[in-house]
């Protein structure tokens, strides 16, 4: 696990897009894993950027997005759908046909599609408070398959900012398991400087569900973008 530590937000976002834009200008055809969440909303930024000044074409490039709420049409402003349009797709020429977002009603699918897709060539990540990949909440074994997870009452908590009501957060969701996660065969998971004790807990040589990011200790190429602590 490489870990790579920036002064300040901007710096993490410039460095996450030109991780990822260095994959596609590398296949064009690259198969990339998204995340939502307010950490990655810079990252997308900049990869915006790139497209606009002619610099990264997205024709080709396929996305599948790591999770989705239960129960909000796409049409929610709440919806990581919605999300995604609002601050990556609407603004690049990516074809919709090649955005991929997990089904409730049909979780086998999604595992199925990356695969006949090649495999997810980099995965971007986020990183909860709890420390859960995805909505791969902390329990007391890894979770393989995408399937419809119960989020945690700190999760519900820290989305409810996003929500005018308590009793309006999703309290379920439907994520990528951790089995789907670990077989892109680049990770890039960044966290910002609220995240930086979580961080340090991620160097320790300790791999347990109950800390779902441990996992990538495990993997052969995963690099961790965070702000340093000041």
């Avoid at 002619?54 to 909000?72: A, H, R």
């Avoid at 995604?84 to 074809?95: A, E, T, V, W, Y």
């Avoid at 977002?101 to 199925?112: I, L, Q, R």
């Avoid at 791969?136 to 419809?148: A, G, L, Q, S, Y």
């Amino acid at each position: 696990m490489k870990i790579v530590k920036v002064n300040n937000y901007e710096e993490l976002s410039a460095v996450a897009a030109d991780l990822i834009a260095k994959q596609i200008k590398a296949k064009p055809a690259s198969v990339i894993g998204l995340a939502t969440g307010s950490t990655p909303i810079g990252t997308y930024k900049n990869l915006v950027e790139m497209h606009k000044r002619g610099d990264l074409n997205f024709i080709k490039v396929k996305t599948f997005n790591l999770d989705e709420y239960c129960g909000l049409a796409r049409d929610d402003a709440q919806s990581y759908y919605y999300f995604m349009m609002d601050n990556l797709f609407k603004h690049i020429n990516i074809p919709k046909v090649n955005i991929h977002f997990p089904a409730e009603k049909d979780s086998d699918w999604y595992d199925k599609e990356i695969a006949q897709a090649g495999g997810i060539d980099l995965q971007l990540l986020g990183i909860g408070s709890n420390g859960h990949i995805g909505f791969n909440e902390p329990e007391d074994v890894f979770h393989k398959f995408t399937r419809v997870v119960d989020l945690a009452p700190s999760t519900i908590k820290a989305n409810a900012r996003f929500f005018k009501k308590m009793e309006d957060v999703p309290k379920t969701a439907i994520s990528m398991g951790i089995g789907t996660i670990m077989a892109a065969k680049k990770i890039v998971l960044i966290a910002g400087a609220d995240k930086a004790e979580l961080v340090k807990e991620l160097t320790k040589p300790v791999i347990s569900p109950q800390l779902p990011a441990s996992i990538l200790h495990f993997h052969p190429d995963a690099t961790i973008i965070t702000v340093t602590s000041r």
